[in-house]
């Protein structure tokens, strides 16, 4: 991210309002950041703490163009369409979620979450193949993320592949996957080997 430089007053608001964010005082942060945007509307942090208490305080739409002012700014960070992708996803805005978890892929390819959200999303759409694919991608960067191998279970599930679905959130259960016992209860009358309920 670019960073200009800032006044002594400028750095004092700042630090305030990030120990608020801390706090998860984001209402009574959002003043300062104004504030600071109003001064000093080139520095791109304040921008982005403004636009991450929007976000906490569910003011998506403020939030959304905070972002997309940052990206056009900064097109080579991904975090911007990274965020502006989550947005999207809060507003159900699936397609346009998707298409910014994109972007900041193709910015930024070996960050395992910014997949996992792509995966998320086309799982939500009924895209199994191409979730699948974002999710095996997530489980090559963090073997141990168990969210991706229930996740990657619905998908292979959904997509007619019972058993693998099944191995899947066998392996998410083993991991600490809580919600992939149920599945398992429900779907998988042959457990996995390892997942096989106690007699």
Same mark, same amino acid.
């Given at each position: ?20 964010? #801390?706090? @998860? ?8 950041? $104004?504030? %600071?945007? /109003? =001064? ?36 080579? #960070?991904? @975090? ?8 999207? $996803?809060? %507003?159900? /805005? =699936? ?48 073997? $141990?993320?168990?969210? /991706? ?51």
């Amino acid at each position: 991210m670019l960073v200009q430089a800032q006044s002594q007053s400028e750095e004092e608001l700042n630090n305030k309002g990030l120990a608020l964010m #801390e706090e @998860e005082k984001y209402k009574e942060a959002l003043p300062l950041f $104004e504030k %600071l945007v /109003s =001064l000093n509307p080139e520095a791109t942090p304040y921008r982005f703490n403004r636009a991450v208490t929007l976000f906490n305080l569910k003011h998506y739409t403020r939030a959304l163009n905070d972002y997309l002012y940052l990206a056009n700014f900064d097109p080579e #960070e991904p @975090e911007y369409p990274f965020q502006i992708g989550n947005i999207y $996803e809060h %507003l159900d /805005s =699936l397609k346009k979620a998707d298409l910014y978890y994109s972007k900041a892929i193709a910015i930024e390819n070996d960050y395992y979450l910014y997949h996992f959200k792509r995966g998320t999303v086309r799982l939500k759409q009924s895209q199994w193949n191409t979730a699948v694919t974002d999710f095996d991608r997530v489980l090559e960067l963090d073997p $141990e993320h168990h969210n /991706s191998y229930h996740n990657r279970g619905i998908a292979y599930y959904r997509a007619g592949f019972k058993e693998k679905g099944c191995e899947d959130w066998c392996q998410a259960l083993l991991k600490g996957n809580t919600k992939s016992a149920e599945h398992l209860q429900k779907n998988c009358k042959v457990y996995p080997k390892p997942c096989l309920p106690s007699k």
